[in-house]
Structure formats: C-alpha cells, structure tokens
C-alpha cells in the first residue's frame, strides 16, 4: 500500500477528510495553539513554519495518512494515522508485522467541539486503518483526564489495555497516568 492508493477526500459522518491546502493550514493555526487544544496534547504549542513543513512532508511518507476535517468550507478538525511495524521476531525479516500497526489521534476546532466530530473522524480513521491499509492492529493514546478523548476510543468499540500509573508527564501537572486502547481487524470487521 502507498500513499497514492489512499483516496481522497474520504466521509466521515457529516465532515470529509482530504489533504490540507495552504488556506487549510492557515485556518487550523487559528485554533491550533488555543489553550483548550493543547492541555492535554503531547505536542503542545506549534511553530507555524514547522507546522506547514510537517504536513508537506507527511503528504509524501507512504507511512503518514493525516487528513484535515472539513464542514463545508470550514476546517474543524485534523486526523492523523500513521503506520508502524508491530513487534515481530527478526529472523523473519519481511514478516506479517512488517508496518501491521497504526497510531491515531485527532484533535478538534474547541468551536465545534460537543458534536460527536471527533468521534467520526476517529470512526473514518479506523476505516481508513483497517480498510484500505489492511492493518492489524491500530492503538491510541492519552492522559487518563482527557475524558473526552478516551470516551470516543470507547463509543467506537476500542479496548483499554493500558493504564499506566504516573507513565506520563504534563507541564503543570506533573507526573499523571495514561491510558492506552487498542483494537484488533477483526474486532472491527465483527463489530460493522
Ligand atoms: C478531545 C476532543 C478531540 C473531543 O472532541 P469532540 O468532537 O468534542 O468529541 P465527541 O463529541 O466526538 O465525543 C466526546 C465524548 O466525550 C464526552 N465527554 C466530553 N467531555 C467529557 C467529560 N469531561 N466527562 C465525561 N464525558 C465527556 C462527550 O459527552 C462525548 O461522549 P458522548 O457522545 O457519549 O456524549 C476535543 O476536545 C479536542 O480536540 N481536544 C484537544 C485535543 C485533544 O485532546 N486531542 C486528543 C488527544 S489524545
């Protein structure tokens, strides 16, 4: 699978997810910052150059599948996939966990948050994952007080395998546990 077989614009629920334009990027920047988008991130504040060069970029890795989430002309939201090798014995080289895994996450416009977004994007996420890139297995994670980012894990059907006490570091509050879900193909094959 390359990133040219991955087509675009794809649905997801009343938002589609295509490749950021110029415009696009600009848009998201307006709200990519805001403190309500970055409490709980990892990568908290953005440097807007380096913002713009990480999405150039990502649109020519075969293991990056990021998209942007548009409600008409409206950026609302970002997704992002990428792909991973599972954990796999070496003696065969090019085994079935060569790029099995991917990562997902999303992060919303904190205007449209509340409206179930998140929840398609990581729905169409999950489609795109298991769908057209065949993988087996997708994981994410979070701070366990991102209750709004672990629900979402949850209405779709994914499974928390991880609560790691005090595994994660957050600038103001220090040392806090996080969760990590995962779901397998099948899983999501059985529950559509
Ligand atoms: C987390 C985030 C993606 C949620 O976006 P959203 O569009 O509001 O999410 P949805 O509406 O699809 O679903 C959120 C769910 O969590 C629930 N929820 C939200 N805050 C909650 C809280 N404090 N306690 C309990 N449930 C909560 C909502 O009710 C909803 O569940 P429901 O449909 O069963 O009612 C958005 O707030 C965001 O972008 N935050 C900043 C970036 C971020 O944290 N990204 C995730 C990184 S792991």
């Known amino acids: 699978m390359t990133t040219s077989d991955v087509q675009w614009p794809r649905p997801a629920g009343p938002l589609t997810l295509r490749q950021p334009t110029d415009a696009d990027l600009d848009q998201i920047l307006?709200?990519?910052?805001?403190?309500?988008?970055?409490?709980?991130?990892?990568?908290t504040e953005v440097e807007p150059r380096a913002f713009r060069k990480t999405w150039l970029d990502g649109a020519g890795d075969p293991n990056d599948h990021s998209a942007v989430a548009v409600l008409g002309d409206e950026v609302v939201g970002t997704g992002a996939l990428w792909i991973t090798d599972a954990m796999g014995q070496s003696h065969i080289?090019?085994?079935?966990?060569?790029?099995?895994?991917?990562?997902?996450?999303?992060?919303?416009?904190?205007?449209?948050?509340?409206?179930?977004?998140?929840?398609?994007?990581?729905?169409?996420?999950?489609d795109l994952a298991f769908g057209d890139l065949g993988v087996h297995r997708v994981t994410a994670g979070c701070f366990a007080d991102n209750t709004a980012s672990w629900r979402i894990m949850e209405k779709l059907g994914m499974r928390r395998e991880q609560h790691g006490v005090r595994d994660s570091w957050h600038a103001e509050l220090g040392w806090v546990d996080g969760y990590t879900y995962a779901m397998l193909a099948e899983e999501w094959r059985a529950a559509r």
């Not at 307006?30 to 990568?43: G, Q, S, Y």
């Not at 099995?100 to 919303?108: D, K, M, P, Q, V």
């Open 30 to 43: 307006e709200w990519r910052n805001t403190p309500e988008v970055t409490r709980w991130l990892i990568r």
């Open 93 to 126: 080289d090019d085994g079935p966990w060569r790029r099995a895994e991917a990562g997902i996450g999303y992060i919303l416009d904190p205007a449209h948050a509340g409206n179930g977004y998140a929840t398609e994007i990581a729905r169409a996420l999950l």
